[in-house]
C-alpha cells in the first residue's frame, strides 16, 4: 500500500487536537501502522522553534520571518519523518502543514501567496497532502472555548487576525475541493470523529473524494 499524507487544518480551538487523538485511535483499532506529525514541531530542531515561535514573551516579528521559521521546521519534519515514513508505506497524519503558512502568515499577516509557495516548495518538495480536513469554527466560537487555558503568542492576535485566517482556510478549500474535506467544527465530537474516519478510509483506500467544486463556500 502507498503511503498516505494526511493534514489536519482548522483555527484556534477548533477542536483539531480532540480529532487528531481520536483518529489516532481508530487507526490503531484497525491495526494500521501510522506516523503523527506536529507543526511546528515534530523534531527536537522543531520543538526548539516550536517554544520560540509560540512564546507569549517574543515579541514582534517579521511576517516573513515567520513564515521562514514554520518553513525551516517544516522542512526537517519532511525529511526526517514524514517521507521516511512514507517510503514505509505508512499513513503520516501531520497536526498542520503547508496550508497553515498560507492561512496564517498569508491571508492573516498579508505574506504573499507566491512566496509562501516558493519557500514551502523548496522546504517539503512540493509534497503536497493527499487529504486535507479543514475543522471550520468561527472564531468568536472558538474563543470562549477552554477559558482557563492560556494563550500562546498566535492564539493571542485579534479577532480580525483569526477572521482572516478562516477566510483564507475556506478559499483555500474552495480552490481545491478534491484535496480539501471541510468539516463543521461546531458539531458533537463523535459526530465530527465519524466523518473524520469516513473521509480517512477513503484516502487510504485510494478513493476518489467525493467534494464537488464549490462545497466549500468562504
Not at 478559499?171 to 458533537?188: I, S, W, Y
Not at 483506500?205 to 464537488?212: K, L, M
Amino acid at each position: 500500500m502507498p503511503g498516505r499524507l494526511i493534514s489536519l487544518e482548522g483555527g484556534e480551538r477548533s477542536g483539531k487536537s480532540t480529532q487528531l487523538a481520536l483518529l489516532s485511535d481508530h487507526l490503531r483499532k484497525r491495526g494500521m501502522v501510522f506516523t503523527v506529525t506536529r507543526e511546528p514541531g515534530g523534531t527536537p530542531f522543531g520543538e526548539r522553534l516550536r517554544d520560540v515561535l509560540l512564546a507569549p514573551d517574543l515579541g514582534a516579528v517579521s511576517p516573513l520571518a515567520e513564515m521562514v521559521a514554520f518553513a525551516a521546521s517544516r522542512a526537517e519534519v519532511v525529511a526526517s519523518v514524514i517521507r521516511p515514513a512514507l517510503r514505509r508505506g505508512e499513513v503520516v497524519i501531520a497536526d498542520r502543514f503547508v496550508d497553515s503558512s498560507r492561512a496564517y502568515q498569508g491571508y492573516g499577516l498579508g505574506v504573499a501567496l507566491a512566496d509562501i509557495d516558493m519557500v514551502n516548495g523548496a522546504a517539503t518538495g512540493h509534497l503536497v497532502p493527499d487529504l486535507t480536513l479543514l475543522f471550520d469554527v468561527d472564531p468568536a466560537v472558538a474563543a470562549v472555548r477552554a477559558p482557563e487555558r492560556g494563550h500562546d503568542r498566535i492564539e493571542a492576535r485579534g479577532a480580525d487576525f483569526h477572521a482572516r485566517v478562516r477566510f483564507g482556510y475556506l478559499a483555500l478549500a474552495a480552490a481545491e475541493p478534491q484535496r480539501f474535506t471541510v468539516l463543521d467544527a461546531g458539531l458533537p465530537v463523535a459526530e465530527i470523529a465519524t466523518q473524520v474516519a469516513r473521509a480517512v478510509e477513503r484516502c487510504i483506500a485510494g478513493e476518489p473524494s467525493p467534494n464537488g467544486p464549490g462545497n466549500a463556500n468562504p
